[in-house]
């Protein structure tokens, strides 16, 4: 079992910067991939991006060269630094962890509004 929590949401400008964290227990965190995703309302939720164990990183299109996903495995917490942040990132943003057996975790997810 893993328990994930995040934080770091909230109300900002567009062009402003957030960095969400999310804290993990309940497993080697190290072993795990660690990812986030998020949710518009009215919308499906989307991936935004991954890290892996060995810290190779993805993004999807609509954040690469904004948002950085990083990890700290001493601290057992994953982060996404999001810059230049636009009114359409507004969303619940919620983290995801995959085991090496590949079970899937999910936090309870922060808010994240961009506006003016």
């Known amino acids: 079992q893993v328990h994930l929590v995040e934080s770091g949401g909230g109300l900002v400008q567009p062009g402003g910067s957030l960095r969400l964290s999310c804290a993990a227990s309940g497993s080697i965190f190290s072993s795990n991939a660690m990812g986030w995703y998020r949710q518009a309302p009215g919308k499906q939720r989307e991936w935004v991006a991954t890290?892996?164990?060995?810290?190779?990183?993805k993004y999807a299109d609509s954040v690469k060269g904004r948002f950085t996903i990083s990890r700290d495995n001493a601290k057992n917490t994953v982060y996404l630094q999001m810059n230049g942040l636009k009114s359409e990132d507004t969303a619940v943003y919620y983290c995801?962890?995959?085991?090496?057996?590949?079970?899937?975790?999910w936090g309870q997810g922060t808010q994240v509004t961009v506006s003016s």
């Open positions: 995801n962890a995959k085991t090496p057996r590949f079970e899937y975790y």
């Open positions: 890290i892996t164990s060995g810290g190779s990183t």
